[in-house]
């Protein structure tokens, strides 16, 4: 009998501090270890087209590639997570992150930054993307899920807010490479946290999850059975047979379009263009990330307590009618109103990540973590739409104008994808697993 055995079969005492909170800690540092990098092209957009001559367009193609991979590698991720554990799938990760934001510093040729930014790092912070938290949500926590994916949520804003103002100091006092190193040493920083203290499940410390009815069993799940690969495209390939899939894959696109793939990455060019310093545009930025903490985490409460569908179309509703605003405010200083739009868009930031987990775990059950990888998956499509997009927009046309108004209106039809959202009771949702690991019977209309 091997240690970990010895553990489920015989649980241990609960310390005083569950240890699922430990876990979530880990989790949310590792975030911000990412969010390291997702801070990084805002600020040195400008800074490579100055050096290099590329075009913003040529930038915004990296950026895109990263967007892909960021999304198509979270269902992946989450199968691999449940084959290999989350412990040696995060440290990998982390090392990707850390590798592809160093190596930048030496490139010559644009196809460089788009294999480092693009490829490598796409990869590892695909693996460190929501489908983690929807993982360890899911294993750790029954009591306080929806709080506690609201606050592991808001840790990437969390880092933008830490990262931005740092990065933008260090790319005009001392070069965009001294940014990159930054970024590079943030990830590898907390690798030894998760190793410590990052664990796969309750059951191998002989445990429940937090907030489990008293006498639950501590025994551990089996794992699925089957590969890593053919158990995210078989959960795909079911997933995709229910209308509430397409709709929540629809209307999260449209969420990484206007957040990480327009704000994210064009704010600060934008606002440059208009006379506005870079680091006062990036401090701007950092702000969506003071009141995205705040914004994400209350509708993580409320998603325990209010209707999924009703919290995320009046999140696209207000996103949408506040882009329409967004070119009308743009000068060469900071001044009232865009404040009001930076608090506003700041707590709506990823304010529908708690409910769209909450809808896919309604309607999928038990492999919930992998649908909403691919849910996920579609919001960074998204989002490398819009990089790439607004990129040859104000390539083109000289002004980001469109791209706002463009953003805006499919907001407004992805809160109408929200409403239109039905999904069963979680007892009648729960997938059945297959020999091969797939899911069978998620919910359908």
Same mark, same amino acid.
């Given at each position: 009998?091997?240690?970990?055995?010895?553990?489920?079969?015989?649980?241990?005492? $609960?310390?005083?501090?569950?240890?699922?909170?430990?876990? /979530?800690?880990?989790?949310? &540092?590792?975030?911000?270890?990412?969010?390291? *990098?997702?801070?990084?092209?805002?600020?040195?957009?400008?800074?490579?087209?100055?050096?290099?001559?590329?075009? +913003?367009?040529?930038?915004?193609? =990296?950026?895109?590639?990263?967007?892909?991979?960021?999304? #198509?590698?979270?269902?992946?991720?989450?199968?691999?997570?449940?084959?290999?554990? !989350?412990?040696?799938?995060? %440290?990998?990760?982390?090392?990707?992150?850390?590798?592809?934001?160093?190596?930048?510093?030496?490139?010559?040729?644009?196809?460089?930054?788009? &294999?480092?930014?693009?490829?490598?790092?796409?990869?590892?912070?695909?693996?460190?993307?929501?489908?983690?938290?929807?993982?360890?949500?899911?294993?750790?926590?029954?009591?306080?899920?929806?709080?506690?994916?609201?606050?592991?949520?808001? =840790?990437?804003?969390?880092?933008?807010?830490?990262?931005?103002?740092?990065?933008?100091?260090?790319?005009?006092?001392?070069?965009?490479?001294?940014?990159?190193?930054?970024?590079?040493?943030? /990830?590898?920083? @907390?690798?030894?946290?998760?190793?410590?203290?990052?664990?796969?499940?309750?059951?191998?410390?002989?445990?429940?999850?937090?907030?489990?009815?008293?006498? $639950?069993? =501590?025994?551990?799940?089996?794992?699925?059975?089957?590969?890593?690969?053919?158990?995210?495209?078989?959960?795909?390939?079911? =997933? %995709?047979?229910?209308?509430?899939?397409?709709?929540?894959?629809?209307?999260? /696109? @449209?969420?990484?379009?206007?957040?990480?793939?327009?704000?994210?990455?064009?704010?600060?060019?934008?606002?440059?263009?208009?006379? +506005?310093?870079? $680091?006062?545009?990036?401090?701007?930025?950092?702000?969506?990330?003071? *009141?995205?903490?705040?914004?994400? @985490?209350?509708?993580?409460?409320?998603?325990?307590? @209010?209707?999924?569908? !009703?919290?995320?179309?009046?999140?696209?509703?207000?996103?949408?009618?506040?882009?329409?605003?967004?070119?009308?405010?743009?000068?060469?200083?900071?001044?009232?109103? +865009? #404040?009001?739009?930076?608090?506003?868009?700041?707590?709506?930031?990823?304010?529908?990540?708690?409910?769209?987990?909450?809808?896919?775990?309604?309607?999928?059950?038990?492999?919930?973590?992998?649908? *909403?990888?691919?849910? *996920?998956?579609?919001?960074?499509?998204?989002?490398?739409?819009?990089?790439?997009?607004?990129?040859?927009?104000?390539?083109?046309?000289?002004?980001?104008?469109?791209?706002?108004?463009?953003?805006?209106?499919?907001?407004?039809?992805?809160?109408?994808?929200?409403? /239109? !959202?039905?999904? %069963?009771?979680?007892?009648?949702?729960?997938?059945?697993?297959?020999?091969?690991?797939?899911?069978?019977?998620?919910?359908?209309?």
């Amino acid at each position: 009998m091997t240690l970990t055995d010895r553990a489920v079969d015989a649980p241990s005492q $609960t310390p005083r501090l569950h240890p699922a909170w430990w876990v /979530a800690v880990v989790t949310f &540092l590792t975030i911000i270890g990412a969010a390291g *990098f997702r801070s990084t092209p805002g600020v040195l957009m400008t800074p490579l087209h100055d050096e290099f001559g590329w075009p +913003m367009g040529v930038i915004g193609g =990296a950026v895109s590639v990263n967007l892909v991979l960021f999304g #198509l590698a979270a269902p992946f991720s989450a199968a691999l997570m449940e084959r290999l554990g !989350i412990q040696r799938v995060i %440290a990998v990760a982390l090392g990707l992150v850390s590798l592809g934001s160093l190596l930048p510093i030496w490139m010559t040729q644009s196809w460089q930054l788009v &294999l480092c930014w693009g490829i490598v790092v796409g990869m590892g912070t695909g693996a460190m993307s929501m489908g983690l938290v929807a993982t360890v949500t899911g294993r750790w926590f029954v009591a306080r899920r929806g709080l506690v994916t609201g606050i592991l949520t808001a =840790a990437g804003a969390t880092g933008q807010l830490i990262f931005l103002p740092v990065l933008a100091w260090l790319a005009e006092h001392h070069g965009w490479r001294s940014a990159a190193i930054a970024t590079a040493a943030a /990830a590898l920083t @907390v690798v030894p946290l998760v190793l410590w203290k990052l664990h796969d499940r309750p059951s191998v410390l002989g445990l429940t999850a937090y907030g489990s009815p008293a006498g $639950t069993p =501590a025994a551990r799940p089996p794992r699925p059975t089957g590969r890593p690969v053919q158990l995210a495209v078989g959960t795909l390939r079911d =997933a %995709a047979r229910t209308k509430v899939f397409w709709l929540l894959v629809g209307s999260f /696109a @449209v969420c990484g379009m206007s957040t990480n793939g327009l704000v994210g990455t064009h704010f600060i060019p934008a606002a440059h263009d208009h006379g +506005m310093p870079t $680091t006062t545009a990036a401090g701007l930025l950092a702000l969506v990330g003071v *009141f995205d903490v705040a914004g994400t @985490v209350f509708s993580g409460w409320l998603t325990d307590r @209010v209707d999924a569908r !009703i919290l995320l179309a009046a999140y696209y509703t207000l996103r949408g009618a506040s882009l329409f605003l967004l070119p009308s405010l743009f000068s060469d200083h900071m001044h009232v109103n +865009m #404040l009001a739009f930076i608090l506003f868009y700041g707590l709506d930031w990823v304010a529908t990540v708690p409910p769209t987990i909450a809808l896919c775990r309604s309607a999928f059950g038990e492999r919930a973590p992998i649908v *909403f990888g691919w849910v *996920f998956a579609s919001h960074q499509l998204g989002a490398a739409v819009a990089a790439l997009g607004a990129g040859l927009v104000r390539d083109q046309l000289g002004t980001y104008d469109l791209a706002w108004y463009v953003a805006a209106v499919l907001c407004l039809m992805a809160a109408a994808m929200c409403v /239109a !959202i039905r999904t %069963a009771r979680p007892a009648e949702a729960s997938p059945q697993r297959t020999d091969s690991g797939v899911v069978e019977g998620a919910a359908a209309e």
